[in-house]
């Protein structure tokens, strides 16, 4: 509608009421005055000393009479008219801390009356290099602004200004640098958006928050966008991405999740990213987290409000979509993982175990294996996985096999010369939550393999004999705390395994995910050669098992499946987004009183649904696991990793298992000889693995929106900052 100042706006940005960005973060009674903010979900971590709000007024008052007041200093001016009953406003001048929001609005009532409403919102307001809620920020931290072409910057804070630049889309189909956004060149395409014919130019806005570097690139229609005047080629929708890897850290990064991107920018998409969105620059879901709040609260208060969210990337792309939705909700709305994983931490028990039994093969275990055997213990379609895992990401168990070369070699951590220098471990980003050992002076270790019985999915089908499973057991070992190997097996530090279930780390999918609309976009790569082999199928179904498990159903998940050929992907990736957004339409347009769960259930569009590219590109929709759903089943076979190979049960919830004592009339028709019968007895002194009882130290999550403090707050203990206790 117009609003007071002649301007188009947005008239149902709030209308998508089971996703937090638009619920009003103040108290809500019908009939008085409401304050809520728009750029960001939780008034109390808004940061770069502005926010965009929204007030909401009875039907029987003036928008014209609004009063709003910061910190006691009248600010009516900055509000504008949005629809008859909001007036929406950048809030600036935002003090380091607490800040006071006040309105106050005449209504008539009774009698002739009048009486005065008002309504109060606390905002917190801090810094834009961080932290807001992810506690204490790592030192040293080694900038890459001019990877970017932004200005050169200065450790450990690494800010650079802002500057924006144009690209265009070619009738080549490549995007290419404009100097003038005035002007045309001739090799200028066009794009449709909402049914308007627009040129091809993208505004791209780069700069840092929250000590990375942020990118944000939208359609441009020729002037400058506005929270109060809405770029005409936007479809007010914007896609966040991320990217993929693991990392530890300790710098900058070169590159966002992508931002330039045709899927989303020609279906007038805005689409915004960080450096610390990228998993291999920024292994830990929480600073992820913050990143992405802290962007997406920018890009709100750049261009206005959006209708909704969208998650998009691959790999670790996928475990910071799965993560952020579920511990911190109303950041995305809905998220399209692919080629995922739940998370950094389960999917680091498969990892080591791959260098483990390489090692075991190459060393004890040399020549009683057979390749075939080897891969029925790893439980892989292909042992190429295991491969796969072991030259890429085994080496972040280590101190400094996996340092970036950014870091210098100088600063790095040695035992004797250099004790408390960098460790490139992937868990040091996650310091804040797993705490150090101080013993050792490395982040307390969530690796365990006590009591897990590898290979034995393998002898129960006889893929391997007693006597093979007995000697890879016997001599297997485990990794050390600088993720050497030894012969001991890898002991889990109590302390971490408290953290990661308390903090929901290791993701039961029971808290923001249950209510996040999901398609889950699987390219086949169990059996390609490395290093693509490690995006196995089985995460998919591990996700799935555990949003079951938490919830009863696992009907918010959609599986689509396609082999990695162009054209199936091509196919692939346009449906999940079309899909998500008719999605997340379909729960913005529903009205109705259900709660959040049950409207994303509900208003799950019919034809979105689990499914899988034949040949063709021709997609057909059926379980994937099902035997009986035929073409599907046959194409894209499921298999599972070392841990469901050792018994662990699909959800792989047990970051170290509680013990049960050696019964060997538990292994079916498989016999041991005496001799072999006491050799496991040492091999598992304690007992093995039961997984018929959970996880040691596996307890309910604590609730959303946990904050580990911010630059001042030094918390010890994780709080909840405005979302929900179990």
Not at 169 to 181: I, M, Q, S, Y
Not at 390 to 396: D, G, P, Q, W, Y
Not at 405 to 421: E, F
Not at 477 to 495: E, F, H, I, M, Y
């Amino acid at each position: 509608m117009l609003g007071r100042a002649g301007r188009w706006t947005l008239t149902g940005a709030c209308a998508l009421a089971s996703l937090a960005i638009c619920a009003p973060a103040g108290a809500k009674t019908p009939g008085q005055l409401q304050i809520a903010t728009v750029s960001n979900p939780q008034p109390l971590l808004v940061s770069g000393g502005q926010v965009l709000v929204r007030v909401t007024v009875p039907s029987s008052s003036l928008l014209a009479e609004v009063k709003v007041n910061l910190n006691g200093h009248d600010i009516s001016s900055a509000f504008k008219d949005e629809t008859r009953k909001t007036l929406l406003g950048l809030v600036g001048s935002l003090k380091h801390g607490k800040n006071e929001l006040a309105a106050k609005v005449k209504v008539r009532a009774r009698h002739h009356r009048t009486v005065t409403l008002s309504a109060k919102l606390r905002l917190d307001n801090h810094p834009i290099i961080g932290p807001v809620f992810s506690g204490p920020q790592q030192t040293p931290f080694y900038c890459q602004t001019q990877s970017f072409g932004l200005a050169p910057a200065q450790q450990p804070k690494c800010s650079a200004p802002s500057i924006v630049t144009y690209q265009y889309r070619t009738t080549a189909g490549k995007f290419a640098p404009l100097a003038d956004p005035t002007q045309r060149p001739a090799d200028l395409a066009t794009t449709t958006v909402n049914g308007r014919t627009v040129p091809y130019i993208v505004r791209l806005e780069q700069g840092t928050i929250d000590r990375g570097v942020y990118q944000i690139a939208a359609l441009y229609d020729g002037a400058d966008p506005s929270p109060f005047t809405q770029d005409t080629s936007w479809n007010h929708k914007l896609v966040y991405t991320f990217g993929g890897g693991c990392n530890a850290g300790y710098h900058q990064g070169t590159g966002t999740g992508g931002v330039l991107n045709n899927l989303f920018l020609s279906q007038g998409y805005a689409v915004a990213s960080n450096t610390l969105n990228v998993l291999d620059q920024n292994c830990s879901p929480i600073i992820s987290a913050e990143a992405a709040m802290m962007t997406k609260e920018h890009f709100i208060e750049t261009y206005g409000p959006v209708l909704f969210t969208m998650g998009s990337g691959l790999s670790g792309g996928g475990i910071q979509q799965y993560d952020i939705a579920e511990s911190y909700p109303g950041i995305l709305d809905g998220i399209v993982p692919g080629i995922s994983f739940p998370d950094p931490i389960t999917t680091g028990g498969p990892v080591t175990d791959c260098r483990l039994l390489i090692n075991y093969n190459a060393g004890p275990g040399a020549g009683l294996l057979t390749s075939d055997q080897l891969t029925s213990i790893s439980d892989f379609i292909s042992f190429n996985s295991c491969t796969a895992w072991n030259l890429s990401f085994a080496s972040r168990a280590t101190a400094t096999d996996s340092c970036d070369s950014s870091i210098p070699v100088a600063v790095r951590w040695n035992p004797t010369t250099n004790p408390n220098g960098v460790k490139c471990q992937s868990t040091e980003q996650i310091v804040n939550q797993l705490g150090r050992d101080p013993k050792t002076g490395f982040v307390r270790t969530a690796l365990d393999n006590i009591g897990l019985q590898y290979g034995l999915t393998a002898l129960k089908s006889g893929a391997i004999t007693p006597a093979q499973f007995v000697a890879l057991n016997a001599s297997i070992g485990g990794l050390d705390v600088q993720g050497k190997s030894q012969p001991a097996r890898t002991v889990a530090d109590p302390k971490a395994l408290d953290a990661l279930y308390r903090d929901d780390i290791v993701n039961s999918g029971s808290l923001g995910l249950a209510s996040t609309p999901i398609i889950d976009e699987r390219y086949d790569l169990d059996a390609l050669p490395p290093i693509n082999s490690i995006h196995t199928t089985e995460w998919s179904y591990v996700m799935r098992a555990r949003l079951k498990e938490a919830n009863g159903s696992a009907a918010n998940q959609v599986i689509i499946e396609s082999q990695p050929l162009p054209a199936e992907v091509a196919a692939s990736d346009a449906y999940v987004v079309d899909g998500m957004d008719r999605w997340l339409t379909a729960i913005m347009n529903d009205h109705s009183h259900r709660s959040a769960r049950a409207k994303v259930l509900a208003d799950r569009p019919k034809d979105v649904s689990d499914g899988c590219y034949l040949p063709g590109a021709q997609l057909i929709h059926a379980p994937l696991t099902d035997p009986a759903t035929g073409a599907c089943a046959a194409r894209f076979p499921v298999a599972g990793n070392t841990r469901l190979g050792a018994g662990q049960p699909l959800s792989q919830m047990a970051m170290k298992c509680q013990l049960a004592p050696l019964n060997f009339g538990s292994y079916g028709n498989v016999t041991f000889t005496a001799d072999q019968q006491t050799q496991l007895k040492a091999a598992f002194p304690n007992g093995v693995c039961d997984y018929s009882k959970p996880g040691v130290g596996q307890q309910k999550p604590l609730g959303v929106w946990l904050s580990y403090g911010d630059e001042t707050s030094g918390l010890t203990k994780p709080t909840l900052i405005g979302g929900r206790r179990r």
